[in-house]
C-alpha cells in the first residue's frame, strides 16, 4: 500500500513537473521518466503487456519523436517566447483536464463488484487459437480486424509525414547525414546494443504467444534499434523511394489482409482461422506485421524527407 | 538451506539498497554534474549488481538465473558507454563528436 | 521474503524520486539526461526486486526492454543535445 501511494505520488509529481518545466528539452526528459515510471505502475497493476507497450513507445520511441519535433523547434522558440496563452485559455484548458479525469475516475470507482469482464469467456475459448497468452489471443484472434486497423492507420501516418517533403527532394532521404565517428563512442554504443537489442526484440516477439510479449512491442524495439543505427551515423536511412522498402511497409498489411480474405474461403467469415491452422496462420501473420510495423515507427520518427536522391 | 538462501538474499539485497542510497546521496550532494554522473553510475550499477546477486539466490530455474543476469550485463555495459557520452556534453569544452 | 522485497523495491523507489528532484532541478543539460540514466538502473533494480515480490516473471522482461530504451533515449537525448546546443554540429 505504502508503495503504491509513493509511486503514485511520484509519477503525479514528474507529471506535473513535465508541464511547469520551462525549456522543451526539459520537458522531453520530464516525459520520458513520467513513461518510464508508468511502466513500473502497469507491472504493478500486474499488465506486463501494456508495461512493455508503454516502456517501449510510450516513453522510449515517442520521446525521441518529441525530441526531435523540439530540436527543429528550438530556433523559433525564443522568437515565440513572447506569445504565450493568456490566463483565460489556460485556465479553461486547466478546467476541461480537471472534468475529463473526475469523469474518467468516476466511471472507474463506480464499476460493480466484481467489474464487468470477458476473461472467463475469453481463456475457455484460448485453446482453440493455440496461444498460451490471452492478451495476444485477443489481439490476434478475437479482435484481429482492430490489429489489422491499426497496422493501416500506422501506413497512413507515414504517408502523411512523408507528404510534408518539399517537391525537389521527395523520394530523398530522410532526416540529416549523421556522421559516424568510427573510433567513438557513439558507434561503439550501436554497435554493441544494436545487435543485443535486435535480440530482444525477437525474443520478446517470439514469447508472446505465451507469456506478455508480441509482434507490437517486438517491433518497437527493433524499430528503436534501427533508429539508433541512424542516429549515431552507423547506418544512413534509406531513400523513401526504394522498392524493398515500401515492399516491406506493405507486406504485413497485405499479407494480414490476404490471410483475413482467406477466411472467407476456408470458415465463411472474414480473418476466421479455420481450428487446426489458428496458430500458423496467426505466425504467418505476425512475422511480416512485425517488420511492417518496426519500418513504419523508424521511419516516422526519421521523419520526412529532407535530401535528395541519388540518381 | 532455504533459510541459509533467504538470509543471503536479505543480505545482498540490502546492501544493494544501501548502495541505491549512496548513490543518490551523492547525487544530491556534489558539486557539478560530472562528479554527480559519477556518482549516479558507479554507486547505481553496484546496488543493481548487488540486487541482481540477491535474487539469483531465489530464481526458479536457470533460465530465470540467465536473463537476471542478462539484464545486469546490459545494464553495466550501455550505462558504461552512455555516460561517457553525456560526460562530453557536460564537460566546459561542450561536445565535438 | 515476498514483503522484503516489495519493501526493498520501495525503498529504491525513494533513493530514485530523491535523484529525480535533484536531477530535474539541476541547472545544465548533462544533468536532465542523467534522468534517463537514474530511472534505467533505479527503474531496473525496482522492476526485478518487483519481479520476486509479485511473482511476475514478465517484469524481467520489461527490465531488459527498459534497458534498452534507456540506453537508446540517452543516445537521442545528447545527439538531440548536442545538435541543437552547439548550431551546425
Sequence with gaps: MAFDTGLVLLVLGVAVWTIVARDTFAAVVGFVAYGLLLALVWVRLAAPDVAL???????????????????????????GAGEKPGITLRLAAGMLCALVSAGVAAIVLKFPEPAPTLAPQTAANIVATGLGNPVTAVLMAYRAIDTLLETVVLLLALVGIWSLAQDRVWGGFPGPRHHADLEGVLTFIAQLLVPVGILVGIHIFWIGSV????????????????????????VDAPPVSRRWLRLMLLAGPAVFLAIGLAGFAMTGAFLAYPAPYAKLLIVTIEVPVMLSIAAALALLVAGPPERRPQR | MSFALDALTILAVSTGAFFFLAGTVGLLRFPDALSRLHALTKADNLGLGLVVLGLLLQAEGSFAALKLIGVWLLTLLAGATVTQLIARTARPGGTHE | MADFLLAAAGFVLATVALGLVRILRGPSEADRIMAAQLLGSGGIAALLLLAAAMSVPAAVDVALTLALLAAFVSVAFVKGFARSGADGA
Design chain 1, 53 to 79: 507497450t508503454e516502456a517501449a513507445i510510450g516513453s522510449g520511441v515517442t520521446g525521441v519523436l518529441l525530441l526531435g519535433a523540439s530540436t527543429r523547434l528550438r530556433r523559433t522558440e525564443t522568437s
Design chain 1, 211 to 234: 507469456a506478455p510479449g508480441g509482434e507490437f512491442q517486438g517491433a518497437t524495439i527493433l524499430a528503436a534499434m534501427w533508429i539508433l543505427a541512424m542516429i549515431t551515423g552507423l
